[in-house]
């Protein structure tokens, strides 16, 4: 059985930075990805790797802010995120696929949540 839990989320002050961790169990995936939810709104595609790590995937609101990686000894995706903004403000997912997708209906198995909190 998969399980995908996250960790590391908080409240922060605008141009901090914070780290996400997700730690997988239950077999290897090809596609670790993250994904946010704000109040209201669909949830979106943040990042994503592939299982070797060579390729890495990123949404253009957090491109060049955020960095995607993973240990996979540990079985470990990160997220690095700094310069954070208001508008990050969200509760972020974990989530394992078979390929590369933006798009949430391609991942079958999700984490939790942790929250993300900007303040300005």
């Known amino acids: 059985q998969v399980q995908l839990v996250e960790s590391g989320g908080g409240l922060v002050q605008a141009g901090d930075s914070l780290r996400l961790s997700c730690a997988a169990s239950g077999g290897t995936f090809s596609m670790y990805s993250w994904f946010r939810q704000a109040p209201g709104k ?7 790797i592939n299982w ?7 949404a253009d609101s957090v491109k060049g802010r ?20 208001p508008e ?8 394992v696929g078979p390929y ?7 991942y ?10 900007v303040s300005s």
């Open 42 to 48: 669909e949830r979106e595609f943040v990042a994503g």
């Open 52 to 58: 070797s790590g060579g390729s890495t995937y990123y």
């Open 66 to 85: 955020f960095t995607i990686s993973r240990d996979n000894a540990k079985n470990t995706v990160y997220l690095q995120m700094n310069s954070l903004k």
């Open 88 to 95: 990050d403000t969200a509760v972020y997912y974990c989530a």
């Open 100 to 106: 590369a997708s933006r798009r949430v209906t391609d």
């Open 108 to 117: 079958g198995s999700w984490g939790q949540g942790t929250q993300v909190t």
